[in-house]
């Protein structure tokens, strides 16, 4: 298994990240810790190099509206979890990468592109 002895190799990674962040927002809402502690605790608050890390702001958006709707709620937060997750992965970024770059290779081989 690519991920490691451990890991369940017939869970996707971005399947873990969403139970993790399932389970950690209800343990936010049980516990009635505000969002803010525990977001100020987490790692994701921390960048590779220090300071802020490139996607916590995504992540205190998502967590205050799980928090402000509940956990039963979470679909009203379908937004703020989806820009978090394209901050985390960027599957859409890569894929309008891979489009532009395929139709850059159609052109060239249609001898229409210019350099």
């Known amino acids: 298994c690519a991920y490691g002895r451990y890991h369940n190799c017939r869970t996707s990674p971005s399947e873990i990240i969403i139970a993790?962040?399932?389970?950690?927002?209800?343990?936010?809402?049980?516990?009635?810790?505000?969002?803010?502690?525990?977001?100020s605790k987490m790692v994701l608050g921390?960048?590779?190099h220090g300071g802020r890390g490139r996607c916590y702001d995504f992540w205190l958006d998502f967590v205050q509206c799980v928090t402000e709707n509940g956990t039963r709620n979470r679909?009203?937060?379908?937004?703020?979890?989806?820009?978090?997750m394209e901050c985390l992965h960027r599957t859409k970024q890569m894929r309008r990468i891979a489009t532009?770059?395929?139709?850059?290779e159609r052109l060239i081989k249609e001898g229409k592109w210019d350099s």
């Open 100 to 104: 532009v770059l395929s139709e850059k």
């Open 46 to 48: 921390y960048g590779a």
């Open 20 to 39: 993790g962040v399932s389970s950690l927002l209800d343990s936010v809402i049980l516990n009635s810790q505000s969002f803010k502690e525990i977001s």
């Open 75 to 84: 679909h009203l937060c379908e937004l703020q979890r989806e820009d978090y």
